[in-house]
């Protein structure tokens, strides 16, 4: 058959050259003799002077990068307040858009933003007759999402005050307040690090500062109790709405068993008639 193959196929199988023969080892590696190591001494002068040594250079990690970027930030929030409050930019008596009696007005925050002015008028309009309203736009003329009404009345914005809080406006719950910044001396808007959050305290003198302290702290309690409240009554809906499909549960087989009851008492009373009706004539 491999006399029938053509040369370059026989290659192929032609065997390889026989393996080279190499004499034994007389002695194991280990038991050979080798070169010794020198040591370092011969190397030192090649070192770097310890005195030309740079210093090490330190890396900043992210978790010191981020506090050192909040730092920075809050130094400068800092330093443009004092900015403004030296330089006597903020002044809110001097406003011109504001309205025209600051114990009459209502200030109205977490407002939906698609809120027209007509909406709001037609929701406070029940607790009293409105003079103005006031919405908060930026300078592009978009709404920031808070208002003033100003109430023809004291007692129509007190009253407004007391129950409007919390109110659902165009899916939205509304915040309502009254207007501190010309009725409380001292008093700082967020953006100046005021308000009534616990890190945004208004600076206010010291003779006043309690005083306002406790009208903040009975503001905030009072806002808690009605939270607490609406969460009562809710509590208490559910519960009715549970206990009357219970009810409704429980009723349906009792009625279908009273159901099956009188027909089987009809049934009986019809079975027993004809038969008491025989034993009468009988008995004639």
Not at 154 to 171: F, L, N, P, W
Not at 179 to 189: F, I, K
Request: one cysteine or more; aromatic letters at 8%; hydrophobic letters at 20%.
């Amino acid at each position: 058959m491999t006399s029938c193959l053509p040369p370059n196929l026989l290659a192929l199988f032609a065997p390889r050259d026989p393996i080279r023969y190499l004499a034994p080892i007389n002695k194991a590696p280990e038991d050979k003799k080798r070169d010794s190591y020198g040591l370092l001494a011969p190397f030192v002068k090649y070192f770097e002077d310890p005195k030309d040594t740079p210093p090490p250079k330190k890396v900043e990690l992210r978790d010191e990068r981020r506090k050192r970027v909040r730092k920075e930030k809050l130094d400068y929030n800092q330093q443009r307040i004092a900015d403004i409050l030296d330089s006597g930019l903020y002044d809110p008596q001097d406003n011109k858009k504001s309205t025209s009696d600051p114990f009459k007005t209502l200030f109205v925050a977490r407002m939906n933003y698609d809120t027209s002015e007509s909406k709001l008028r037609r929701e406070f309009e029940v607790y009293g007759p409105i003079r103005a309203i006031k919405l908060i736009t930026d300078t592009n003329g978009k709404p920031k999402g808070y208002a003033f009404i100003e109430y023809e009345h004291e007692r129509d914005m007190r009253t407004a005050y007391k129950h409007a809080d919390g109110k659902k406006i165009d899916s939205y719950r509304v915040l309502v307040d009254v207007e501190r910044a010309r009725t409380v001396e001292g008093w700082l808007p967020r953006r100046l690090g005021g308000g009534l959050g616990n890190t945004r305290k208004a600076q206010l003198p010291k003779d006043k500062r309690g005083y306002d302290d406790e009208r903040m702290r009975r503001d905030r309690e009072e806002r808690r109790e009605r939270r607490r409240s609406r969460s009562r009554d809710r509590d208490r809906d559910r519960e009715r709405r549970r206990r009357r499909s219970r009810s409704i549960d429980d009723d349906r087989p009792r009625r279908r068993s009273r159901d099956r009851e009188e027909r089987r008492k009809e049934r009986r009373h019809r079975s027993r008639s004809p038969d008491r009706k025989r034993k009468r004539e009988d008995r004639r």
